[in-house]
């Protein structure tokens, strides 16, 4: 059984930085992947970002480029660091971990069986 919590999430202005973090406790952590997922008010949940257990990410196309996760084993923690902020960001964003090794797969929330309670990142224009 794998607890995950984020934290940072806020309230920032378009353009504004933020770094999101997953805490993990119980379970071999650098055994699984990691996911980040995000849900829109009044939309589906999308994928974010992920990493697996070797270090290889994916990202959508949404935040190519702006968002990038990392994951610290000795910490047992994911990171996604994201930057150039947009309005259309504003959402709540999940953290997931999975015992997964496909690199389609880890974007895939299905695939996941553990979740964390969610933190809001709101950006204003």
């Known amino acids: 059984q794998v607890a995950l919590v984020e934290s940072g999430g806020g309230l920032v202005q378009a353009g504004d930085s933020l770094r999101l973090s997953c805490a993990a406790s119980?379970?071999?952590?650098?055994?699984?992947?990691v996911g980040w997922f995000r849900q829109a008010p009044g939309k589906s949940q999308e994928f974010v970002a992920a990493?697996?257990?070797?270090?290889?990410?994916s990202d959508a196309m949404s935040v190519k480029g702006r968002f990038t996760i990392s994951r610290d084993n000795t910490k047992n923690s994911v990171h996604l660091q994201m930057n150039s902020l947009k309005p259309e960001d504003t959402a709540v964003y999940y953290c997931?971990?999975?015992?997964?090794?496909?690199?389609?797969?880890?974007?895939?929330?299905?695939?996941?069986?553990?979740w964390g309670q969610g933190t809001q990142v709101t950006v204003s224009s």
């Open positions: 990493i697996n257990w070797s270090g290889s990410t």
């Open positions: 997931a971990a999975g015992l997964i090794s496909g690199a389609n797969m880890i974007t895939q929330a299905r695939n996941y069986a553990y």
């Open positions: 119980g379970g071999a952590f650098s055994a699984y992947a």
